[in-house]
């Protein structure tokens, strides 16, 4: 893969410390952009959709 971005997120501060995600029709790459050049996660597409719609949903606290 090799149309790497970076988060959004990453700004002023923080931009050299972030993960970087690559696209493909059926996966999703991960890597720290700190060191590109290691070994990456790959993730099939619905599994990683879950992941971030998990990220989004609000938690409960109980006690």
């Avoid at 029709?25 to 599994?47: E, G, N």
């Amino acid at each position: 893969m090799d149309n790497w971005r970076k988060s959004s997120y990453s700004g002023p501060g923080d931009g050299n410390e972030c993960v970087e995600i690559a696209t493909s029709p059926t996966h999703i790459a991960v890597r720290d952009s700190k060191t590109p050049t290691t070994r990456t996660l790959t993730f099939p597409v619905p599994a990683f959709t879950a992941f971030i719609d998990a990220l989004k949903r609000p938690t409960r606290v109980t006690q």
